[in-house]
Every structure is written in C-alpha cells, then in structure tokens.
C-alpha cells in the first residue's frame, strides 16, 4: 500500500491521552488502549485486534510514516479524529523488522482471552489484553530478524563516582546467544570501547545521558542510545539482582569485578527483565575482558580501516567480507569478533595460532570438519529461542542436527594430538549428553513444520496418547468430508462447504444465491438450522453437526498444539 503522509493530521498526544477527561469520555476498547500505552509511553504499541495489529494516534502517525502503510481513522475521541493503522499478524515481523531499523521500539500487545468469554461478561465487555514483549534492536531473537553471521548486542553503560576520577563500566549481552561480557572503561575511551563491540541498542542512566561531560559523546552514537531509569544503574543492588538472575547465594565463583561493571552488568539484566517481562533467557555467566588484553583502536582508525563496514556503512568491500570463509552463523559471529579486538597477549595469540598451524598441515581433517559444519542450524539461537517460549519445531530440529553434527566432529578428532586450544572446544563437544540427541531423535518427525500450531512434527509412536489422538482427529475428518457430500447430494448444492470457527464450531456455509435448498420450505428449515448471514453467504448448522460436538471439534482443535 502507498502511503498517505504528505499531510499527516495532528492529533492527540499521549500525555493528553493519560488526563481524566480522556480516560472518563473514552470507549471501553479505547480505555483499554490509553490505560497500555500510559504503561509504555516510549514505545509504539501493537495492539492486537483479531487478525491485525493497529496502531492509534501519535504511534499511527509514525508508524504509517516509516513503514509506508495508509493512514485511516477510527471513530472520534475529545472531538479529535482517531488516526489509525494496521499491519497483518502473520506479516508482523517484517513490518517490526522495518521498525527496528528505524531505532524504534515496539509493544506487542496480545490478546489474552477468547472473545467468547468476554462477551460471557456482557456485550460491550472488551476482550482482556496486555502487552507479551517489548522489541527492541538490542533484544530481538527471531531468526528472520536477524543478521547470522552479525553478533545482535544490548549494551549497559553505567558511571560510578568516588573520590577520583569517574569510573565507568560497560556490559553487553546478545540474548540470541546467551553471550555476556563485561569490562571497565575511561570517559577518554568509552567510545573506543563501545564501537568495539558495535551494539544494536545501549543503554544508560539518564542523568548519565544528560550529562553535559558525557552527552557529546553519546550524540556521536547516535540513536541507538536509549535513556532508562537511574536506579537501573544503582551499584549498591547491583550484586543482589545479578545473584538473583542466576539463582546464586554469590558471585565469588564469577570472577572479581569493579563497582561499575556490576553496575552495568545488573542493569543490562535490569533491562533484559522489562523487555522479556516473565522470560528468562538462557545467559552465560558474565565474562570480564581484562583491560589490555585487546588492542585499543580508536574510532576514527577503526572506521578507516573499515574492519566490517566501509566508510559508506557497506559490509560489501570490508575486510570481513574479504577473509570470511565460515560455514555457519556462529562461526562468522566468532571471526567478527576476533577481528574487531585483536588479541594482545602473546601467549592467547600463540594459542589461537597453533590451532590453525594443526589444521592447515591437517587438510583432511579441515576438509571433514567443514563438511560437518555446513547445513548445522544455529544451535545458540535456537535454544534462546526455546528458553524464551518463541521457539518452534524447527528449532528444536537445529538442536537435533547441532548434537548430532558436535558427536561426528568429536569423532574426527579421535586419536589425534591437537593443540590445547582445539582439545579443549573437542572435549566441550564430547561433553554433551547422548540422552538429549536420542530423545529428539525419537520424538521429533523426519519434516519439520515452521511453527508449532501447524501440527505434524511428532513422530509417530512417539507417543500413544497423541497417537490416539490422531486417530480419532482423522476418523472425525472422514465423518466430516461424509457429513458434507452427503449434505452436497441432498441439497443439489455442489459448492456446500463444512467449515469450523470458536464461535459457531461446525457450520454449514453456501453462497447467499444457493441458499434456497436450505431455506425454501418447512422440512428445509428444521433440517437446516440457520446460524448466521454475511454479506456473500449464509451459514446454518444440523442435528448431526451441533449434537456431538466432542467427536467432531474436540479431538481436531486438540490435536495441533499438542503434534
């Protein structure tokens, strides 16, 4: 659709939106509207209705503007037109792609009931919605979302004062990954430090992002910078919220850490909480990079060395481009990363060299070893993913196929003599459990559908429950596919069709001219029950369809969510 944003009408503003004569003149549905929107003020809210998302008002605006879509109206509110758009479910994450591009931030807002109970409280009672996840660019994990071979960080900046000079401290976190890091950082080379690890999103207190000392520094970042809550920050609970994130009484067995990167590391956690509400994604321990174990590149010599992106912003033409022979996502993740901080210490440099040193004269190996890396999933995302209840069948197959393909590579390296660095990612690999591979292996099917409400991806035999199940969901579907010729036959009406809702359940549905075997007469009518008129059809249930209802409905809307 083109968009109509030549002359964007104003509107309301969202502080206008939270007054009393907003919430007291406003329509249930709108009520309901203002009252999330007042809870996320920063974000635009995608506010789930039926098969769409739309957005009203100031979040209409921006959103039609930036993604191109039409803007409409719904109804008046404080004697304003309602600007409205929408974007369809099933496309969502193209449009949230766009938009996080664009530096915004998102609410998914989800419906949380079905409508039939709503209406159980009364007819103008609005189905109960709240707002599943905040999407942000530092926190996504979908996998069309994201680049595979680009590491996706969320970075927390955080400033303790004492009696010296300001300390500052810096963690970042992919969640898609688990990967989190920490370190300590001056004001003179915090910028050096954060274009090292080229975060999506970076956080910081907002009398930090105020501050006139650091503030030209932030407006050098640009919009990824996102000012948040200063007690997210507070070094005094830091300790206490990393500890309660990873269930631990302490955190002598992480490693010892300054004030500021406590601080940072807790609000990066802090952050993580508020954006995946009840989630919990699967971080690794935070690991500190020593300062000085990197080499220091400032931004200007970093940008004109164009590492991973030429001076026009293009990956096209980089060094990375021209060196990255990786043949999986995690892969190229990890070659980015050494080559945005090249190693300093002789010893870990030496490591790293050995190990290339063993495979270049082992060409055999490395011809196996890429041959069982190509085609592996990206196993890391995959599990944040499942940790996060957004995965699907295919991401537990990448889960299969990374077990799988981590016992073969283990094999290749039997009885061989490699370097400490390669024997020790072989003997990680050897460590996994066999139990994890056979039980995916036995419970998940050979053809694997993208999303779990498809159905299928159970293996039969796996289990005899399901398995009961659908042998009952495919008797119901024969008595259906009867039910309907038989109907077709006694009707005349060739195009009959049987079709199932939440609403009506199992209904008779033909088109408003072929009706009149269905409606003309006495026995027509108690034999065909009408149900409901559209505008092109007409639908009407029968004895055989609403007596049994479990037989029929049941057992199919069972079966999906469970196989």
Known sequence: MNAETSHLPATLTTAQLASE???????????????????????????????????????ALDASRALGITLTKRGQHLGQDIPMCGVPVHAADDYLQKLIALGFRVAVCEQTEDPAEAKKRGAKSVVRRDVTRLVTPGTLTEERLLDPSQSNFLMALARVKGAGEAQFGLAWIDISTGAFH?????????????????????????????????????????????PQPAVLFDSATAEGRIARFFDVASLDGFGSFSRAELAAAA?????????????????GRPARDSDGARMFIDPATRANLELVRTLSGERHGSLIKAIDRTVTGGGGRKLADWLMAPLTDPAAINARLDGVSFLIAESGLSDSLRRGLKGVADMPRALSRLALNRGGPRDLGAILAGVTAARDIAALFAGREAPAHLSAAVAALGALPDEIGAR???????????????????????????????????????????????????????????????????????????????????????????????????????TELSENPAAISGIASREPASA
Do not use: C, W
């Open 182 to 226: 920490v370190t300590e950082s001056r004001l003179a080379r915090i910028l050096a430090d954060i274009a090292r690890v080229e975060p999506r999103e970076l956080i910081l207190a907002d009398n930090v992002f105020h501050d006139p000392e650091v503030r030209p520094l932030i407006d050098q970042i640009g919009r990824i910078a996102a």
């Open 267 to 283: 609000a990066a956690i802090a952050y993580v909480e508020k954006t995946q509400l009840a989630e919990r994604p699967p971080l």
């Open 440 to 542: 995916l292996s036995a419970t998940l099917a050979d053809e694997l559908p993208l999303m779990k409400r498809d159905g299928g991806f159970v293996r039969a035999g796996a289990s005899a429950d399901l398995d009961e199940l659908r042998a009952l969901r495919d008797q119901s579907r024969r008595v259906i596919a009867g039910l309907q010729l038989s109907y077709a036959e006694e009707t005349g009406v060739r195009s009959l069709k049987i079709k199932h809702n939440n609403m009506l359940g199992y209904f008779i549905e033909v088109t408003a001219q072929n009706a009149g075997p269905l409606t003309e007469g006495d026995a027509a009518k108690a034999r065909f029950i009408h149900r409901q008129t559209m505008a092109n059809a007409m639908r009407f249930t029968t």
């Open 21 to 59: 004569e907003s919430r007291a003149t406003a329509t249930p549905m709108m009520e309901q509207f203002i009252e999330i929107k007042a809870n996320n003020p920063d974000s635009l809210l995608f506010y789930r209705m039926g098969d769409f998302y739309e957005l009203f008002f100031e979040d």
